[in-house]
């Protein structure tokens, strides 16, 4: 990898828990340049506007993203074992450890009522994210976990809302239950899609 090339996944690697604590908007040339010890002049060599920058922010997020959630709960079994797999790494992901939490959640307050280049990329991660957790339902179904009648753009929705709710109550409320609530809902969740009864138990 060419000295150029590092120097950009640093700067957008800084760039990325920066967006997490400060939002996309707060996301400046001169703010990162002073984080990082860089000179402002050097970053505009990398990225031509502010606008540019938080695409591209965007885009080196859904690479960590994937390489952190994504890839490490397709290694597991097929089927509901990776539906939870997908749980458990999206908790990892956005946990109180994370600096700023989910970078993804906070852009999203940002800009669910704007238009731009900036909140299509936004969205365009947050439907693969969607269909993602879709298919893994899918293949649930295909592989006699899940009912068939469940309905995978449903189950979808609500594993998102547990997982949205997760982080509101840790990083804002810093309940210290978060996860295990967050668990306990997935679990009824699960159950539900295996035709059984609410689990009280942790599950993901």
Known sequence: MSRALRTRDRIL?????????????????GHLAERLGLSKSGLYAHFGSKEDLQIQVLGAAAERFVDEVVRPALEEPRGAPRVAALCERWLAWASTGRSGGCVFVAAGTELDDRSGPVRDALEAT??????????ACRIAQEEGHYEQGVDPRQFAFELQGILFSFHHQARLLRDPEAANRARRAFGDLDARARGGASSREPSC
């Not at 800084?14 to 604590?21: E, R, T």
């Not at 947050?126 to 298919?135: D, F, G, S």
């Open 13 to 29: 690697e800084g760039a990325i828990d920066l967006a997490a604590q400060l939002g996309l908007e707060g996301l400046s040339l």
């Open 126 to 135: 947050q439907r693969a994210w969607l269909e993602t957790l879709a298919r």
